[in-house]
């Protein structure tokens, strides 16, 4: 199966906007004080939420498009990345960012592979 340039795109920003997700995340975490009130009436838990749904929104625009799992998985790997650019850009740290930027490009790498050998 040919997977659609627009499928690539629509990982891509999926990818992004779950990274987004997890800052959300934890900046909602970081705000609860442990009881359901707080993590119900959490505005960033809230964007979580919004984030992951738009996430599953795009997958499945994607896989309409003709989007092959071979390709489009690990190029939502790039998740890490994102989250690792997320975090310096928010905490000033780039604590795991080579562990990130390793298990992406492993991924990117293996995906590359294996899209030269379907071509």
């Known amino acids: 199966m040919r997977t659609s340039p627009l499928a690539i795109l629509l990982f891509a920003v ?15 975490a970081d705000q609860t004080n ?5 993590y119900l009436l959490n505005a960033r838990l809230f964007a979580r939420v919004i ?12 896989f309409k498009k003709g989007g092959a799992l071979t390709v489009l998985y690990p190029v939502y790997a790039s998740t890490f990345i ?23 490009v492993s991924a990117l790498a293996n995906q590359a592979a294996n899209l030269m050998a379907s071509l």
């Open 82 to 104: 994102w989250a690792a650019v997320i975090a310096r850009l928010a905490y000033g740290t780039w604590k795991a960012i080579a562990r990130s930027t390793e298990t992406a």
């Open 14 to 28: 999926a990818a992004f906007l779950g990274a987004l997700g997890q800052f959300f995340y934890k900046m909602g």
């Open 51 to 62: 984030c992951y749904v738009a996430v599953m929104a795009l997958f499945v625009a994607a």
């Open 34 to 38: 442990g009881s359901l009130r707080s």
